[in-house]
T-cell receptor
Framework: SQTIHQWPATLVQPVGSPLSLECTVEGTSNPNLYWYRQAAGRGLQLLFYSVGIGQISSEVPQNLSASRPQDRQFILSSKKLLLSDSGFYLC?????????????FGPGTRLTVT | AQTVTQSQPEMSVQEAETVTLSCTYDTSESDYYLFWYKQPPSRQMILVIRQEAYKQQNATENRFSVNFQKAAKSFSLKISDSQLGDAAMYFCAYRSTGANSKLTFGKGITLSVRP
């Protein structure tokens, strides 16, 4: 069966510090991968998605970036965090399953920028 | 572009009762997928149920069922025999049929369950 991992689970970082969040998927190959952000009590905002190694599409221009160095690894980064980067970050994967590319989510990372 | 609307920000249900969460969407496509996701206090998103637009039969998963009205572009979720563990935020989502299509989410509805 497929599983998706995210780490760290919780992170507190000062403004201006770098960021690296990691997401890995097990049990599948060539998945579509996604990064979302969710502010408290709000809906999900798609940040990046990837359909293959080295292929990244950005949905929202900001100081975040994403990379996919391996087939099942997706990394969200920032060189200098802003207060507005605080939120809950969710990684998701999708693959052809029962005729649909439905998305399955990881446990998320709670980021607080101080 | 497709849009998904969840107009009720909050709902409450008595334990063991039935509740229906509403969702409408707008699209010009004839074939697509619709989903309901649950986000409990742990905040992990859990896929509850999905519906293929080309299927007339409403999807069911145990106590969860949908009322899919394609002409009305309505996709409501019915939770029967509500349990305390059903308390969560619920998101309705739309997806086109292309392999690389993205999910469009509604803003979500917070469901509370009264013991």
């Amino acid at each position: 069966s497929q599983t998706i991992h995210q780490w760290p689970a919780t992170l507190v970082q000062p403004v201006g510090s770098p960021l690296s969040l990691e997401c890995t998927v097990e049990g599948t190959s060539n998945p579509n991968l996604y990064w979302y952000r969710q502010a408290a009590g709000r809906g999900l905002q798609l940040l990046f998605y990837s359909v293959g190694i080295g292929q990244i599409s950005s949905e929202v221009p900001q100081n975040l970036s994403a990379s996919r160095p391996q087939d099942r690894q997706f990394i969200l980064s920032s060189k200098k965090l802003l207060l507005s980067d605080s939120g809950f970050y969710l990684c998701a994967w999708a693959g052809l399953r029962l005729g649909s590319y439905e998305q399955y989510f990881g446990p998320g990372t709670r980021l607080t920028v101080t | 572009a497709q849009t998904v609307t969840q107009s009720q920000p909050e709902m409450s249900v008595q334990e063991a009762e039935t509740v229906t969460l509403s969702c409408t969407y707008d699209t010009s496509e004839s074939d697509y997928y619709l989903f309901w996701y649950k986000q409990p206090p742990s905040r992990q998103m859990i896929l509850v149920i999905r519906q293929e637009a080309y299927k007339q039969q409403n999807a069911t998963e145990n106590r969860f069922s949908v009322n899919f009205q394609k002409a009305a572009k309505s996709f409501s979720l019915k939770i029967s025999d509500s349990q305390l563990g059903d308390a969560a935020m619920y998101f309705c989502a739309y997806r086109s049929t292309g392999a690389n299509s993205k999910l469009t989410f509604g803003k979500g509805i917070t469901l509370s369950v009264r013991p």
